[in-house]
């Protein structure tokens, strides 16, 4: 029998040979963690679905920064449960919201962590949708007026980066305008631009309390079935394991960074076949971070920021 030409496995021999050819690697800065912040006091409240993820009262919220800080993790990304919900979402912009206050609590306990505000009306809607309401339609224009007075107000209380997620036409150019006429040139915008109608999102919207009273988000979010839509827009796709593809083409027809979201739906699925002895926890996270980054995500969000930070440290 020949013997074998070619023999890779050659370089994959031992483990200083394989860190030395490592084409990929996974450091504690691509990750951002999410973090739900709800009103109260001393309430760190367990997400059903998402196991290892809570609601939390802003002085826990406080706390968890710190430890997140102290793990090497740049940024945070916050969603607000709030109070109350009206038609139109006005806790999202209100300057004593529960977002606003959060940021201004964690900016003065833990000044150099990066704080990135997710700006959507859903969770603030009492119907559930990412905008203002007419005429059982989602209206974009009046919805854009809404997120621009959003984003300044995050802004205002402290925001790094502000974080679109409803998916409406036009939105970036409406908060980049109205950042830019109150002197927030500096804020940058990781717009959502590869946001899909996706199953994976079902655990956030228990966590965020923002499912869709009637109808879905398929008039504002993209058709699954679609890469070449994705490319008009740019940066952050979501969600990311099932959307590599996607990834991929952003990363390599724009030369800009690339963020992608490790949603919830991919978190619960992974969480709960460990929990049946499936699948190894520790790998299956490192192995599905490293393969986002592969594709050609710079910055990762993840509700296994802290996990993989623990075991790349
Ligand atoms: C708000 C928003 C959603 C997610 C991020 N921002 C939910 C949605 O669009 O229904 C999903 C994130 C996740 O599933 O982890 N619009």
New binding site residues.
Partial sequence: MDKPYYRPRRLRSHETIRSMVCETRLSPLNLIY?AFVCPGVRVKREIESMPGNYNMSIDQVVEECRGIKSLGIPAILL?GLPPAKDEVGSGAYADDGIVQQALRAIKSAVPDLLLIT?V?L??YTSHGH?GQVRDGDVDNDATLLLLAKTALSYARAGADIIAP??MMDGRVRAIRHTLDENHFERIPILS?AA?YASG??G???EA?D?APKFGD?RSY?MDPANQREAIREIVMV?PAMPYLDVIYRVKTEFNLPVAA?Q???E?AALVAAQRNGWLEKDRIILESLTCIKRAGADLIIT?FAKEAAKLLS
């Fill in positions: 999410p969603f997710d959507c859903c969770e990412c997620s409803d959502y946001k994976f999102y655990p956030f919207r965020a923002s988000r979010q979501k979201y949603v919830s739906g978190y509700y």
